[in-house]
């Protein structure tokens, strides 16, 4: 048989899309870093005044860290999924750059957040960012699901299920956060320390990487 004869493959290589990705979070976890800055024009005399104004940058300090923090755990989020994923085809590219918009925009709702100390809008601006993040997610994942032939053998129900309960814990936590700030803003930033913590906890997807991770060794 000629190779001509063969069928071809639905959808694209998934190597561009996922150096895209990669880039872009790499971008924006280095946009972050911008807003921590020193007034220009201005020297701090002694080491007493230094500190005092280090410490008046406590809430930007806090939020660039859980910023840090969370585009890391969406990049391993977002990771996890691709980990199932064989091919692309045009409509997930689009749920993948839709994906990237939104994770380009947390630089500037972190912004928002570490300058308005005192405004609710921004925490709800952040918490909504990251509840459209999380709806990318439940696309990108249901697409995937309805499009066997994009997806590897590995991606069972009970993958797709593990993926969705992490991705709804992502989108409780800013709901959480967007609650706290109708009584305190400066809460409304620690509440999102919780989904750090859980982040951490292992988990039953991560135990079924291993566990495809064992059976392609096998296979070779």
């Not at 998934?14 to 872009?24: S, Y």
């Not at 839709?98 to 005192?118: E, M, N, Q, R």
């Not at 305190?184 to 750090?196: N, P, Q």
Request: aromatic share 10%; proline share 5%; net charge neutral.
């Amino acid at each position: 048989m000629s190779p001509a004869s063969h069928p071809r493959p639905r959808g694209f290589e998934k190597n561009r899309l996922e150096a895209l990705i990669d880039g872009v979070f790499a971008v924006v976890l280095t946009l972050l870093v911008l807003d921590l800055k020193l007034p220009e024009n201005l020297a701090f005399t002694s080491n007493d005044d230094l500190w005092k104004h280090l410490l008046g940058l406590e809430r930007h300090f806090v939020i660039y860290v859980i910023s840090f923090a969370v585009v890391g755990m969406y990049w391993i989020n977002h990771h996890i999924q691709f980990h199932f994923v064989v091919r692309t085809d045009r409509p997930l590219i689009w749920i993948n750059l839709s994906y990237l918009l939104l994770v380009s925009f947390l630089p500037f709702a972190t912004d928002l957040v570490g300058d308005h100390k005192d405004l609710m809008l921004p925490c709800e601006i952040y918490g909504v960012t990251l509840l459209a993040l999380s709806a990318a997610s439940f696309a990108h994942l249901a697409y995937l699901w309805q499009h066997p032939e994009l997806a590897s053998p590995e991606f069972t129900p009970g993958v797709r299920r593990a993926i969705a309960r992490r991705i709804a814990l992502f989108a409780v936590v800013p709901l959480i956060s967007m609650i706290a700030a109708q009584v305190s803003t400066h809460a409304a930033v620690y509440v999102y320390l919780s989904l750090l913590a859980s982040h951490f906890m292992p988990g039953r997807v991560d135990s079924q990487l291993g566990m495809t991770r064992e059976s392609t060794r096998a296979s070779v």
